[in-house]
């Protein structure tokens, strides 16, 4: 006997006709809006899209959402920690959506994988219960992405909830002793390359490059600076609260807000009598006016000096020694903020649009001279996660000729027996000594050695540990709790 073909399923009978009633169709519920989340996925757009820093994006998008009463403190706590935490592993947390998905990681829509590394972090890095994670990623995904791509979502987000952050880990990184670069990149999130460059630099064995790499990871203090003869670190203290604020580590001018707030909201802050500055930017400028020159002490120069930080501290303690600080920036709208840092210092300056490599200034001019070249800021990794992301290695030959004009252009500029400070937030070898170096020695087309040399740096850092071996010094955030900022000292010779 042959089989018969499936008979098509009947619908069921309407009531009263003796068959069974049918199920009603679910009724369509309109996505919830998160404010929170919603803030976050707005931030990380803005970082992938336009390039932003999320530093500069979040603020403005804060204040905003303050303005509703609904919106409280914890809510803004949330989305910090939402965008921040996202930023800083997503290596991490796109090696767990790669193992979850059936396509390449480059394949799937921005957008979309902004939702999944927000809910990936929910999900390994916060106390947030898992179902709760999921949810509210699903929904943000009906809102900006549509219940199509929401269904992806969750199915890649229940994937991710079935493991740990320590599960995922095991499961994505190499073993440490097969591959050791790539282990501490997946481990600790850090572009590979990143990776290898800080290695070299920091020097030693296993132990002291995880606790760099685990330092950058985490959320930084914000750090107050008090321009000396314009405010005081006690003020700051009784402002900020004693239970919220502390003394700077190193900096007599420092106070660290260890509880969060908002700086903007401090008398002192407003008024331009103090300022944000991380503890390493103050040692950078403090050591430059304290090492000691030949003769006159009258003219100081900081030779790239937006966005102003270092230029209002070294405006403040030439004053007190009756010297004059010209504070020069390329960048037009950087000067403005320059001019807005130093507007109200008790002594001589004047703020300038100018070229570093093309100055207008005569050379031997100064007295002191700071360059804080523009560079990678792989030394602030911590403040600016996404900066880890969005550099690469060939950066550093964009820098180069830049860094090395800049120096030469200071030491022009600078008399002899006059000192010269030559910084940046860098670590990395091409960008700090190997530059110092080069100039010395007049490497590169067309460079001619130059007479200087090169001071110790450490004993105008007093009180700080591990600085090495000097004459140069560089800062870590895992053994000085700052930026990792780079100083050599260098003096005219001839």
Sequence with gaps: MSEQPRQPRRKPAAEGAGGRQSKPAKPYRRPQKDPVRMLAFEVLRAVDERDAYANLVLPPLLRKARQDESFQARDAALATELVYGTLRRQGTYDAVIKACIDRPLREVDPPVLDVLSLGAHQLLGTRIPT??????????????????????????????AAHDMDGWLERVAPPYEDDAEEHLAVYHSHPRWVVSALWDSLGGGRAGIEDLLEADNERPEVTLVARPGRSTPQELLEAVGEDSALPGRWSPYAVRMAEGGEPGALEAVREGRAGVQDEGSQLVAMALAAAPVEGRDQRWLDGCAGPGGKAALLAALAADRGAFLLASEKQPHRARLVEKALAGNPGPYQVITADGTRPPWLPGSFDRVLMDVPCTGLGALRRRPEARWRRRPEDLDGFAPLQRGLLREALSAVRVGGVVGYATCSPHLAETRVVVDDVLKGRGAGAEPVSAELIDARPFMSGVPALGDGPDVQLWPHLHGTDAMYLALLRRTA
């Design 131 to 160: 179902h709760a994670a999921v949810s509210a990623s699903v929904e943000l995904a009906r809102v900006v992405l549509g219940d199509g791509r929401a269904k992806f979502v969750n199915a890649v987000l229940r994937k991710i």
